[in-house]
């Protein structure tokens, strides 16, 4: 019985499917960080970055009170990249380094739930 259960209870575990990534675009432009959304479910996501600018672009994700910054690299005017990461829960900052970008409007903020 405990053997036809264990079998059961696996059988169950590989057959669901695995959750899809969530996704998160980020349009990049001269001074604006603007997100196709305001939150994604903490996990597996795919960040991409969509430089809508004539400047290059770049963008960093770090949760609010964390150190571990996530980093997309230099994307070219009308260029794109994408970066696949794991998310904790919290609120991440995301602004672009590039000289003074981010303080020239070049920020944003992302919630991730549970």
Not at 31 to 59: C, M, P, W, Y
Not at 61 to 81: D, Q, W
């Amino acid at each position: 019985m405990i053997r036809a259960a264990l079998v059961f209870l696996t059988a169950v575990a590989v057959l669901q499917p695995h959750s899809a990534p969530g996704r998160l675009g980020v349009s990049a432009s001269e001074f604006h960080l603007t997100l196709s959304r305001g939150s994604v479910k903490a996990g597996r996501v795919i960040v991409q970055l969509q430089n809508e600018g004539e400047d290059v672009h770049d963008l960093r994700l770090r949760r609010i009170g964390g150190t571990r910054t996530y980093s997309l690299p230099v994307t070219s005017p009308g260029g794109r990249t994408t970066l696949s990461l794991r998310l904790l829960p919290g609120r991440y900052r995301l602004w672009c380094s590039l000289a003074n970008h981010a303080q020239l409007g070049m920020r944003a903020v992302l919630r991730v739930p549970r």
